[in-house]
């Protein structure tokens, strides 16, 4: 029986673990075309579900606390049938993500709450609670190492969903199968529970971890539980500032945010599995060490650039030996005894959340520059400072030194950041600098910048200041369009996604040109610093919001061509690349209109895929390839021109420059119930 229970309780710990983690991409998954498919919302979803899991680590801590086994198993059934039973409302789609609102960090943090937070909180407290009930009924050592196990699943589920599930599996069925895992976990959870109430009854705290009287064992002093909390919340740190920076400022490469936090969860298992790891302390720190000054000097040169596998590499190395050090600290300072396991794992969720916290949401509130990283460094050094303070007076030496220069790499990095920089912003949907400098032949030029990705440049001279740039030239697909889409009268022109407003350019005397932008810091940009749009000869006007939801609320406004720009860097908003959206777009085309998709990307192929939606939606589709030419500031482009307007197809300075798209087995048209970037990715950047 004893066997057959440390079956059920591993089984149990593994499939809370597995569903707690998978749950989270498809639950932001279905929030990304509410919040403009920003980045910006996985980051937020990450800080909420840190608080999430501090909740369900309150609660076991509370529960574990309350007046008897008998009472503590029927709240515990209680609360797992009100969570299967939401976990089945959401499947079924009862229950609907509320609609954005002014501040879109709360709105998601109340779509979340309604829809997946009581069964997020039950298996989130499954495995502090699962371990104090083993140690009821084994009457042996606190389990410590089921934590790994933990993290084991978790670490599964992260990988299997963007290489098994999302390809394969549409987002409905996806809830649907969660939710039938969630009812099968609370079954088991509750046959656990139950077995609890029969156990001898016992005091936590009258066993240590050996298992035998604690009497002897001490209390964990005040310093050990501050560093339980502090490690922890250095390691997510670590993770939110890492993931930000990668797919900020290296390569907003989808999936990318996988990788570190794959790393992180390793991390955890490997201290928690392997606490002997901790014997080679010395010399991870010196490596840290090393990393972290390597990296210093990196972030301290903002206008160097590595190979992008070479930096992604430093990175997640860097991650991988801070996190393994962190996390092995908390776990040799755990509890000698039973009694504070579940304040233990309390107290480094409570770390944990604070750290996503101060990074997802606290450092856009607090800097208009991006110092996410190089505070983070500067929290890990002063840690391993002070954890390590009585290894002598050397070793003090090394990490005193590395905290100072980490402080004048704050320093620095400020000073770089405002260098030629004339604003620097930042909010909910990135940090944006419009940087100034001088072309080859002296005249003044600027940049759009976010992250490392340009959005919209300028050239100030008498002969280039009203000629397109950047991806908008004259010969590119967008260009194209525009100069032939209606010769001989005005044109109705609607672009999702604002930039610079270069593509104001094109505006002639009677021209309507109607931006769509969710970024509220953008427009000030582009009517301040930029003069595309107020040299423009068309009438202009703007639509806050993200553009598929404002042009769903809006009348058709027969547009003659429609442009879709609004990627943030090289990441890709897929509910703006469904069958769905497609249709909200044909509505507003006037007969023969041209939809103009934005499609130039190292890392994405997303020729096929809208080659399928335009065959979905009986449209044809062309590929209009441009090349860089630095004299006029043009960069190398790629746009997909899709319409059923036959002439406009024909026209030979059209015809000549396009080419048909070849289509790719196995990518389907997307849905908003499924779609999957994985097919489309390529590892090597496309030059």
Known sequence: MQALNRHLFRCAIFLASFLLFVSEPIAAKQLLPLFGGSAAVWMTCLVFFQIALLAGYLYAHAVTRGPGAKWQSALHNLLLAFAATAAVLWATGSVHPANPGTHPVASIFGALTLSIGLPFLVLASTSPLLQVWHFRLEQTAIPFRLFALSNLASLLALLSYPTLIEPNLSLSLQRSLWAAGVVVFAIATSILANQSTSAPKQNLSSFGEAGGPASALASSTNSHKLLWFLLPMAAAMQLSAVTQHLTSNIAAIPLLWILPLAVYLLTFILAFQFPGIRRYRGISLRFLAVLLASLGLLLSHTDVDLPIGLAIGFFLVETFVACLFLHSEAYALRPSGASETTLFYLIIAAGGATGSFLIGIGAPLAFSGNYDLAFTFLITAALALAVVWESGWATRLIWTTATILLVVLIVTLHTAYHRQTLITERNFYGSLRV??????????????????????????????????????????GVGVALRNCCTGRPKRVGIIGLGAGTIAAFGQPGDTFRFYEINPAVQPIAQNLFTWLRDSAASITFVDGDGRASLVAEPPQNFDVLVVDAFSGDAIPLHLLTVEAMAVYRKHLAPGGILAFHVSNQYVHLEPEIAQLAAASNFQSRLVSSQEDKQSGEFKASWILVTANQAFLDQPEFADRAAVIRPLPNVPAWTDNYSSLLPLVHWLPNR
């Open 435 to 476: 940087t100034q400098s001088v072309t080859d032949h002296g005249d003044p030029f600027r940049s759009l910048m976010n992250g490392s990705i340009q959005h919209g440049t300028q050239i100030f001279s008498n002969d280039l200041r009203h000629v397109p740039t950047a991806y908008y030239a004259a010969d590119s």
